[in-house]
């Protein structure tokens, strides 16, 4: 009896063993380091970034249904020159008290059935020729620096939009470029020219699908 009880002892304790491995391997993993992955990873559904030539821009937007799309961006200057980025409107909004100097404008917009695409850029001239010309107004980021900007979009359109996307311009700096006095407690500003309509790198987001609350891959 004595060398029959051993090898079946032997068995259960295998069994044992192998049931506890099993039992804790498909437990959650509750640990800081697991909860703090598992949020990164759904907030990365919601982030898009854009590598350009000499810049990187990253782009968070949060949106409920019924309120407004709200954005809020970094770019960074890889480059070896200053960058500037077409996020303060125009000339014309400011002179006509649309826009604040300084703050983040308005974006415009085009829409094409349910996709609608949201752009900080400088804008061409258009016809018939307005009395103030909206030259863009841009910001300064010095190389390695980062520039910080947040909008929000009411989505009001006739037409039902599924899918958004957002396109930030940006040139190098040129001698084109003319710094303004800054209005109080408001960031420099700077006027660029028309022609930069023409010369601008577009850092565009992917598609943003409403619905779900995510990028597309």
């Known amino acids: 009896m004595k060398y029959l009880l051993q090898p079946v002892n032997a068995l ?39 590598e350009g030539a000499d810049a990187v821009l990253e782009a968070r937007f949060d949106y409920a249904e019924g309120g407004p799309l709200k954005v809020a961006y970094t770019l960074r200057n890889e480059g070896k020159a200053p960058l500037m980025a077409f996020d303060r409107g125009n000339r014309h909004a400011v002179m006509t008290k649309k826009l604040v100097q300084g703050e983040v404008a308005q974006p415009t917009f085009s829409q094409e059935e349910g996709d609608l695409t949201l752009s900080h850029r400088a804008l061409p001239l258009t016809k018939p ?11 300064r980021v010095e190389p390695g620096a980062t520039l910080e900007g947040a909008f929000e979009f009411s989505i009001l359109t006739d037409v039902p939009v599924e899918r958004v996307r957002w396109c930030l311009g940006v040139v190098p700096f040129a001698d084109d470029f003319k710094a303004l006095e800054p209005e109080p407690n408001k960031p420099e500003v700077w006027l660029g020219s028309l022609s930069h309509a023409e010369s601008q790198q577009l850092l565009c987001t992917a598609w943003f699908d409403l619905p779900t609350g995510e990028f597309e891959s």
């Open 12 to 50: 259960m304790l295998t069994m044992l063993v192998t049931g506890y491995a099993l039992a804790t391997a498909s437990m959650p993993d509750d640990s800081p380091a697991a909860a703090e992955k598992s949020a990164m990873s759904a907030e990365a559904r919601n982030i898009a970034r854009i």
């Open 129 to 139: 020729h307005p009395i103030i010309p909206p030259t863009p107004l841009a910001s």
